[in-house]
Nanobody, 122 residues
Framework: QVQLVESGGGLVQAGGSLRLSCAAS?????MGWFRRAPGREREFVAA????????FYADSVKGRFTISRDNAKITVYLQMNSLKPEDTAIYYC??????????????????WGQGTQVTVSS
């Protein structure tokens, strides 16, 4: 069982930046970030392939967020710029145990972190 541990969340003013990290305890393939805003269902944010050749973003964050990974450290990052109050949510890291295409579907991810809170004040 691979453990995922997120860090980097916090409180930031609108227009500011945060960088989330997710460290895995073992080998993972495709990885992604999801978020759950208050009163809403969890939604896809960004995903990256094992080789980092492929990335995909939700329309709501495209151009503002960047996903990257360091396989030597088994860590994935989410750089979040130009943050908006509507980005306020708990952010979850997820990982797949099988090699395959990156995906926006939660059901294809096998491992999940506990989440880290991001709060953007207006």
């Amino acid at each position: 069982q691979v453990q995922l541990v997120e860090s980097g969340g916090g409180l930031v003013q609108a227009g500011g930046s945060l960088r989330l990290s997710c460290a895995a305890s073992g080998l993972t393939y495709g990885m992604g970030w999801f978020r759950r805003a208050p009163g809403r269902e969890r939604e896809f944010v960004a995903a990256i392939s094992w080789s980092a050749d492929d990335t995909f973003y939700a329309d709501s964050v495209k151009g503002r967020f960047t996903i990257s990974r360091d396989n030597a450290k088994i860590t994935v990052y989410l750089q979040m710029n130009s943050l908006k109050p509507e980005d306020t949510a708990i952010y979850y890291c997820a990982a797949r145990s099988k090699l395959g295409f990156i995906s926006v579907r939660e059901s294809l991810y096998d491992y999940w972190g506990q989440g880290t809170q991001v709060t953007v004040s207006s």
